[in-house]
Each structure stands twice: as C-alpha cells, then as structure tokens.
T-cell receptor, first 113, second 113 residues
C-alpha cells in the first residue's frame, strides 16, 4: 500500500518529441505528488508537484496529469531536449506533515539529438 | 543561498565498522530528512528530524540512527556495517510550513567492503 509504481523503466525520445512517464499508487492517504529529476552524481531536484484536488499542473515544458479515481499520475515533457536526459522519479508523501516520501523506482530518459 | 551540503562525499568502510555522515541544511531550513538510494531498492526514506526530534521514521533496522543539532545540522550513523549498506545516502531539507518542498544534497557515497 505504501508503494508507488512507475513505468517505463527507460525511455528514448527524439529531440522535440514528447516524453511521458506514468505512476500509480494504492494508498489514498497520499496527499502530495512530486516529480524529481536526477542527473548522475547529483541529488534529486524537485521538478514539479501536484496535490490530489487538482487534475493538471503545467510549468513550462513540464505537465503533471493526475487521475484521482484511477490513482494514477503522469509527467509529460513537451519538446524534449538532450539536456532533459536524466532519471525521473515520481513520489508520494505519506502523512500530511514532514518529508516522509515513497519514491517510484525511476525512469531513465534519453533524448537523442 | 548555499544548498544542502553533505560530508564526506565518498567513504569506504569494511564490514562491522560504523560510520557517521553529516548534513548541513539550507540556511533557515529546520527539517532534515535522510534517504538511502541503491540500484536495487531505489530511494528509501530513513528518517526525518525537526527541532532536534525525530518526526518520521522509515522501515530500517536500529543500526541506522540519526540526530539533529540546535543549528539544524544533522548526522546519521550506521553501526555494524553490512555489505548491503553500500549506497548513496542523501540528505534533504525543507522550510517550516513548506515541508513537502525538499531540497536534496549531492549525497555521500558509501562503499562497504
């Protein structure tokens, strides 16, 4: 119940294409769903996040779509660039205070020039 | 503003030894969390400290412990190291009232031989 499932494990996209990463969860008590981007040798960096009372959030080329009834959420990267090549993690917060997060296993994105 | 800093960045220990890792949060941040990242298990929450008190705890054995000082700096300790403790240990900090927005440090890579 505390798991977050993520797919695909890896993704190859051409420059200018759309990258889509999907996550699913079971625990309806999760109250905050962030996406993180991690480059090799670096810690994860918060990319964009959404709360379950919102169905979509857009920041620049990054969009989260959230389907509360299906318990699924996804990250869309529009006009993907080689600089977007990184590992992406979805996550969900356990409880409503603090930093107790469960993370998906990650998606390694490669954007070809 | 300086980011989250972690020391040391790399560490090699042998089985049975103990290790202490240090984390300095972003100035003004009072919540500090620790995560373990491995290829097999991904990112896993260890514990969170706020105002020198452990507020949340993940599912790790008692060999993993931590503490926070009055200046919000935090340390984590692993006693009786096992080969499986080899991992990237990440620290993240957040501001009071914006708990969910966490900023990660670059991590400490621990290798247990």
């Amino acid at each position: 119940q505390q798991q977050v499932k993520q797919s695909p494990q890896s993704l190859i996209v051409q420059k200018g294409g759309i990258s889509i990463i999907n996550c699913a969860y079971e625990n309806t008590a999760f109250d905050y769903f962030p996406w993180y981007q991690q480059f090799p040798g670096k810690g994860p960096a918060l990319l964009i996040a959404i709360r379950p009372d919102v169905s979509e959030k857009k920041e620049g080329r990054f969009t989260i779509s959230f389907n509360k009834s299906a318990k699924q959420f996804s990250l869309h990267i529009m006009d993907s660039q080689p600089g977007d090549s990184a590992t992406y993690f979805c996550a969900a917060r356990v409880g409503q205070i603090g930093q107790n997060f469960v993370f998906g296993p990650g998606t390694r994105l490669s954007v070809l020039p | 503003k300086a980011g989250v800093t972690q020391t040391p960045r790399y560490l090699i220990k042998t089985r049975g030894q103990q290790v202490t890792l240090s984390c300095s949060p972003i100035s003004g941040h009072r919540s500090v969390s620790w995560y373990q990242q491995t290829p097999g298990q991904g990112l896993q929450f260890l514990f969170e400290y706020f105002s020198e008190t452990q507020r949340n705890k993940g599912n790790f054995p008692g060999r993993f412990s931590g503490r926070q000082f009055s200046n919000s700096r935090s340390e984590m300790n692993v006693s009786t190291l096992e080969l499986g403790d080899s991992a990237l240990y990440l620290c993240a900090s957040s501001r009071v009232g914006v708990w969910e927005t966490q900023y990660f440090g670059p991590g400490t890579r621990l290798l247990v031989l």
